[in-house]
């Protein structure tokens, strides 16, 4: 994750992150991407259950709920774990969560053990009573997936209105009390629209964006002529920058981040440096230090709706365990794991140019499951826009390949 708004604009400097010891339960929300310990943002998809059948759902998620999902008794067991265990935030997503039945129940749950909780949602369900409960429950804030305007949101969410539904939704939730943003994929069908949703960012005052790099996982990997290619990928963060300081010099603090490719990172700084801005681009530098670069299996855990545990949400074939056979805490700190243990330490097992760049120290060699998809699971991320030139790079000084690991990598399952 890569706070355009916090790097490029100057709403968070070294010192805020320092001042509160770099400890996740101390940071605030806006800062956990730099705490040292590195407790893990848990994704639970609490239910397989979906009113939708999104394009790029990277969970294949539709109809009813899975027979094995985690019964009422199992889903408080796991919340009480994970804020025991100090995970900062528990993000509710699905499927649908708001199908699932004791959603409100265990967001009341996760807040009063002292856990942030946040909800993803595809915005067809939230009505003004299921607002009211959510934040008389605690919600911290609730992401509400959009895809573009109106033909293409309906188009990937294959439901005819379904564009307006999610505007009234945006209205319904904000009246409540509830602080409200929006998710975005970016695919080749929906950069054109990219001004207009800062546009739309603008009109209804909305506090937050997050734009994701489309990860071919799930249903997504139909959309393999969908994800952008590395100049597409350039010009959309460059509009996204250029927007995103637009609207905090007219006074509009929006948080604006991108998901999923680390390269951002880098090519931030790069840009900074360009335009003569070097001081506040050391700054940047040491911000994405403290960040570390992709986490997946570190700062990020995924929980399905049957209590498998995942590096990532993308990457659902990677079983870490079962949180029913045993805690997520024992499962997530595992050393006999030697997958897991290499994905904590994964620079010292990337390949190819990822091996030999200057910014791995910053990006942590990108989203392995791209990779793995891609052929190769230590190989480079295909989505790096980066030239060797900007990595530092020449002809010729990509270091030999490591090998992974001694043997082969095995995944524990439970």
Same mark, same amino acid.
């Given at each position: 994750?890569?706070?355009?708004?916090?790097?490029?604009?100057?709403?968070?400097?070294?010192?805020?992150?320092?001042?509160?010891?770099?400890?996740?339960? @101390?940071?605030?929300?806006?800062?956990?991407?730099?705490?040292?310990? @590195?407790?893990?943002?848990?994704?639970?998809?609490?239910?397989?259950?979906?009113?939708?059948?999104?394009?790029?759902? +990277?969970?294949?998620?539709?109809?009813?709920?899975?027979?094995?999902?985690?019964?009422?008794?199992?889903?408080?067991?796991?919340?009480?774990?994970?804020?025991? +265990?100090?995970?900062?935030?528990?993000?509710?997503?699905?499927?649908?969560?708001?199908?699932?039945?004791?959603?409100?129940?265990?967001?009341?749950?996760?807040?009063?053990?002292?856990?942030?909780?946040?909800?993803?949602?595809?915005?067809?369900?939230?009505?003004?009573?299921?607002?009211?409960?959510?934040?008389?429950?605690?919600?911290?804030?609730?992401?509400?997936?959009?895809?573009?305007?109106?033909?293409?949101?309906?188009?990937?969410?294959?439901?005819?209105?379904?564009?307006?539904?999610?505007?009234?939704?945006?209205?319904?939730?904000?009246?409540?009390?509830?602080?409200?943003?929006?998710?975005?994929?970016?695919?080749?069908?929906?950069?054109?629209?990219?001004? &207009?949703?800062?546009?739309?960012?603008?009109?209804?005052?909305?506090?937050?964006?997050?734009? +994701?790099?489309?990860?071919?996982?799930?249903?997504?990997?139909?959309?393999?002529?969908?994800?952008?290619?590395?100049?597409?990928?350039?010009?959309?963060?460059?509009?996204?920058?250029?927007?995103?300081?637009?609207?905090?010099?007219?006074?509009?603090?929006?948080?604006?981040?991108?998901?999923?490719?680390?390269? &951002?990172?880098?090519?931030?700084?790069?840009?900074?440096?360009?335009?003569?801005?070097?001081?506040?681009?050391?700054?940047?530098?040491?911000?994405?230090?403290?960040?570390?670069?992709?986490?997946?299996?570190?700062?990020?855990?995924?929980?399905?709706?049957?209590? &498998?545990?995942?590096?990532?949400?993308?990457?659902?074939? @990677?079983?870490?365990?079962?949180?029913?056979?045993?805690?997520?805490?024992?499962?997530?700190? &595992?050393?006999?794991?030697?997958?897991?243990?290499?994905? @904590?330490?994964?620079?010292?097992?990337?390949?190819?140019?990822?091996?030999?760049?200057?910014?791995?120290?910053?990006?942590?060699?990108?989203?392995?499951?791209?990779?793995?998809?891609?052929?190769?699971?230590?190989?480079?991320?295909?989505?790096?826009?980066?030239?060797?030139?900007?990595?530092?790079?020449?002809?010729?000084?990509?270091?030999?390949?490591?090998?992974?690991?001694?043997?082969?990598?095995?995944?524990?399952?439970?």
């Amino acid at each position: 994750m890569i706070g355009i708004s916090k790097l490029y604009c100057g709403t968070a400097e070294p010192s805020d992150v320092l001042r509160y010891g770099r400890q996740s339960g @101390k940071l605030p929300s806006r800062l956990l991407q730099f705490s040292e310990d @590195k407790k893990p943002v848990v994704v639970w998809n609490m239910t397989k259950a979906c009113n939708l059948t999104c394009a790029h759902c +990277y969970a294949s998620a539709a109809g009813g709920p899975a027979q094995d999902e985690l019964n009422l008794a199992e889903a408080e067991k796991l919340v009480d774990h994970l804020a025991e +265990y100090g995970a900062p935030v528990i993000l509710f997503s699905g499927g649908e969560p708001l199908l699932h039945p004791h959603l409100t129940h265990l967001v009341r749950r996760a807040v009063s053990r002292g856990c942030r909780a946040v909800v993803s949602t595809n915005g067809m369900l939230l009505s003004e009573e299921r607002s009211k409960r959510l934040f008389d429950a605690g919600a911290a804030y609730i992401g509400i997936s959009l895809d573009g305007l109106s033909g293409t949101h309906d188009r990937f969410r294959r439901c005819e209105g379904a564009f307006v539904t999610v505007m009234n939704s945006i209205e319904t939730a904000r009246k409540t009390g509830l602080k409200v943003g929006l998710r975005l994929t970016m695919t080749r069908a929906n950069l054109a629209e990219l001004p &207009d949703i800062f546009c739309l960012l603008e009109k209804e005052n909305l506090p937050r964006i997050c734009f +994701y790099h489309l990860v071919n996982a799930g249903r997504g990997q139909d959309l393999e002529a969908m994800v952008p290619d590395h100049d597409e990928t350039r010009r959309a963060l460059d509009l996204i920058i250029s927007e995103t300081k637009r609207l905090h010099d007219q006074g509009l603090k929006i948080e604006a981040l991108t998901v999923d490719n680390h390269a &951002d990172g880098p090519y931030l700084y790069l840009k900074m440096k360009a335009e003569g801005r070097r001081i506040e681009a050391e700054k940047v530098m040491s911000l994405l230090k403290l960040n570390g670069g992709n986490n997946s299996g570190k700062a990020i855990a995924a929980i399905s709706w049957n209590g &498998d545990v995942h590096p990532d949400q993308f990457w659902r074939t @990677k079983k870490l365990g079962s949180i029913r056979n045993r805690d997520f805490a024992e499962i997530w700190h &595992d050393k006999t794991n030697k997958f897991l243990m290499a994905l @904590k330490n994964k620079k010292d097992y990337v390949e190819g140019r990822c091996r030999s760049c200057a910014f791995l120290d910053v990006c942590g060699g990108g989203l392995r499951a791209r990779a793995e998809e891609a052929g190769s699971l230590w190989g480079p991320d295909p989505a790096c826009y980066l030239s060797d030139a900007e990595i530092g790079l020449e002809i010729g000084q990509i270091a030999p390949d490591k090998g992974a690991l001694n043997g082969p990598v095995y995944v524990g399952q439970d």
